[in-house]
């Protein structure tokens, strides 16, 4: 059975919640950690158990792993309107300041999935940590896009759940279809995080020549291709991979979704050493 730890760290005043899994003894001479980055709010609950399953698989193959919830968020002490991109960021740097406790002579991998990922860009900008590699999956890099896509799948959710939708929600989509949600499938959004969101475009994520990238997008992402040629074109140490999986980020489980892909592990696992 393989082996875990939960922890609290970072500072008295903003400790979060993580859980670490050191790399198997007799899988030992691996000098690679891995730190993952999760998704916000609906994202990261329904990709909860993937981490948990891609940790357990990487530590089983000698990497140690920390995966944690950002303050206000999973078990980590705070409240969701406490939420934002630049204490989430330093949330990160703390979890890497851990796992390079933990793990001192290691090479630390981030893998950020969505808004993680965003956060992990933000982070690595920062200069505070440094990761020797970035794997960033389907990265959030317009804001106002992304805060749209929550508020449709949102008012869907309230269409399907309720014998009688509350029309309101659907009107106020037509009417504003640019508005920032204060709430979306069940997790406020604070108003710090509204305004960051609304701000967030490509040109705010430069990457940095000191990470080496892998971008992981969906076959269809064409902002996402652009945003990695654009780095690309800057002499950024960045490559994008097309990846195409069964894991819907915002949906329940249903016969097209996986709540574990099998080939999303491997993908991630595999970013590792390509």
Known sequence: ?????????????????????PAEEDRGGNDTAVLLCPPFGQEGLRTH????????????SGIATLRFDFYGSGDSPGEEVEGELDGWRRDLCSAHEELRRRVPAASIVWIGARL???????????GRCD????????????????????????????DTTFCIPDLAWRR????????????????LLSPALRAQLAALVPESLPLTALHDTLVLAGPDDERTAQWAADQQSRHMPVRLAYFSHQLDWTSDPYPNSAMVPADALNRLQGALHE
């Open 1 to 21: 059975m393989t082996r875990f730890e939960p922890i609290m760290f970072g500072p008295a005043s903003r400790q979060v919640f993580g859980v670490f899994h």
């Open 172 to 187: 106020d989509l037509v009417q504003e279809p640019e508005a920032i949600p204060h709430e979306a499938l069940g997790t």
């Open 131 to 158: 990761p020797v590699r970035l794997v960033l999956w389907e990265p959030v890099i317009d804001g106002r896009r992304y805060a749209r896509l929550l508020r449709e799948q949102h008012v869907a959710a309230i």
């Open 49 to 60: 158990r993937f981490f948990k399953v891609l940790a357990e698989r990487l530590s089983r």
């Open 116 to 126: 993680g990922a965003t956060v992990a860009v933000l982070a690595a900008r920062g």
